[in-house]
């Protein structure tokens, strides 16, 4: 579907390319759209969010309104069409009176209005919020700011599917650095060497550190097909417990084999636009920050499945 055709006539967004990738869809909204969605987000506290499941359902609905009713058709489309399957969502946000609950709002009605969200039990909530900062002291990469958090799908450790990945730039502050890093599994130069070695296709056992308060482990191999026959990755250089010596050199061949790819695509996210992606064939990271000691950015997460 071409989705820039429909981005100036036919609603009151506009969908087009990104600069670096034909694959990644970049969704415009409107700051007098935004306004028309300040009154309806009133109704709803982000604690109310939090303690009524129902009424992020009214949220996401009065988002797609706005839009005549026709974002939610097109992140849809988007988010399942293995061409593209990421989505990066651009609200103009200047003025203040759009602020952090606004953030959260307009990140749950997205995340509504093509699936429900999981259990985040990092933070026992649907979403959870987390900074990086100057130092740290947690027991995963994903706050260490000096560091490359490489390519990796998200609910690898989880019981609950994974369908998709919505991840909103909340605030930034002294940041030099920290571009997020995205890459297609179809780019991937290593693709049909690595998903057709038999290692890749055996269960492996995942953990995760204290932080992610899940207190079971899980089995699963790295690759998988689709209903179309085309190869998923699960994968997160942290969490697998390989059984025996195959399993580990495998391992470290596949984790060398993505950072070294010469198809990851790199970009800063500004502050308050959304990464949304299909969590199947995507993978995603961050290049290391440039260290300062005022250093504060923080993201918002939402993982979930889609509607069926």
């Given at each position: 579907?071409?989705?820039g055709?429909?981005?100036?006539?036919?609603?009151?967004?506009?969908?087009?390319?990104?600069?670096?990738?034909?694959?990644?869809?970049?969704i415009?909204?409107?700051?007098?759209?935004?306004?028309?969605?300040?009154?309806?987000?009133?109704?709803?506290?982000?604690?109310?969010?939090?303690?009524?499941?129902?009424?992020?359902?009214?949220?996401?609905?009065?988002?797609d309104?706005?839009?005549?009713?026709?974002?939610?058709k097109?992140?849809?489309?988007?988010?399942?069409?293995?061409?593209?399957?990421?989505?990066?969502?651009?609200?103009?946000?200047q003025?203040?009176?759009?602020?952090?609950?606004?953030l959260?709002?307009?990140?749950?009605g997205l995340?509504?209005?093509?699936?429900?969200?999981n259990?985040?039990s990092m933070?026992?909530?649907?979403?959870?919020r987390?900074?990086v900062?100057?130092?740290?002291?947690s027991?995963?990469?994903?706050?260490?700011?000096?560091?490359?958090?490489d390519?990796?799908?998200?609910?690898?450790?989880?019981?609950?599917?994974?369908?998709?990945?919505?991840m909103?730039?909340?605030?930034?502050?002294?940041?030099?650095?920290?571009?997020?890093?995205?890459?297609?599994?179809?780019?991937?130069?290593?693709?049909?060497?690595?998903s057709?070695?038999?290692?890749?296709?055996?269960?492996f056992?995942?953990?995760?550190?204290?932080s992610k308060?899940?207190d079971?482990?899980?089995?699963h191999?790295?690759?998988?097909?689709?209903?179309?026959?085309?190869?998923?990755?699960?994968?997160?250089?942290?969490?697998?417990?390989?059984?025996?010596?195959?399993?580990?050199?495998?391992?470290?061949?596949?984790?060398?084999?993505?950072?070294?790819?010469?198809?990851?695509?790199?970009?800063?996210?500004p502050?308050?636009?959304?990464?949304f992606?299909?969590?199947?064939?995507?993978?995603?990271?961050?290049?290391?920050?440039?260290?300062?000691?005022?250093?504060s950015?923080?993201?918002?997460?939402?993982?979930?499945?889609?509607?069926h």
């Amino acid at each position: 579907m071409d989705y820039g055709s429909i981005g100036v006539n036919s609603m009151s967004f506009a969908v087009v390319d990104h600069s670096n990738s034909k694959r990644v869809r970049v969704i415009k909204l409107k700051e007098s759209d935004l306004d028309r969605l300040v009154f309806p987000f009133k109704k709803h506290t982000v604690l109310s969010l939090e303690y009524k499941p129902f009424s992020r359902f009214s949220l996401a609905k009065s988002l797609d309104e706005v839009f005549q009713n026709k974002l939610s058709k097109t992140l849809s489309e988007i988010l399942n069409d293995r061409n593209t399957g990421t989505a990066i969502i651009e609200p103009d946000i200047q003025n203040k009176k759009f602020d952090k609950d606004f953030l959260v709002k307009l990140s749950t009605g997205l995340a509504y209005l093509i699936g429900n969200p999981n259990f985040d039990s990092m933070t026992g909530k649907y979403y959870a919020r987390f900074h990086v900062k100057h130092q740290d002291s947690s027991d995963s990469y994903l706050r260490k700011a000096y560091t490359n958090l490489d390519l990796h799908t998200d609910g690898t450790y989880v019981k609950e599917k994974t369908d998709w990945l919505i991840m909103t730039k909340m605030e930034e502050q002294n940041v030099s650095g920290g571009e997020s890093v995205i890459l297609h599994l179809d780019d991937w130069e290593h693709l049909e060497d690595l998903s057709n070695d038999p290692v890749g296709q055996e269960d492996f056992v995942w953990g995760s550190p204290k932080s992610k308060n899940v207190d079971y482990k899980v089995e699963h191999p790295v690759f998988a097909k689709d209903k179309n026959g085309k190869f998923t990755i699960s994968y997160i250089d942290q969490f697998p417990e390989p059984k025996n010596m195959k399993q580990g050199l495998f391992l470290q061949k596949l984790s060398d084999a993505l950072e070294q790819s010469k198809n990851k695509i790199s970009f800063p996210l500004p502050v308050g636009s959304t990464i949304f992606s299909n969590n199947y064939f995507w993978l995603h990271g961050r290049k290391a920050f440039k260290e300062h000691s005022g250093l504060s950015r923080e993201l918002l997460r939402i993982r979930g499945t889609f509607f069926h």
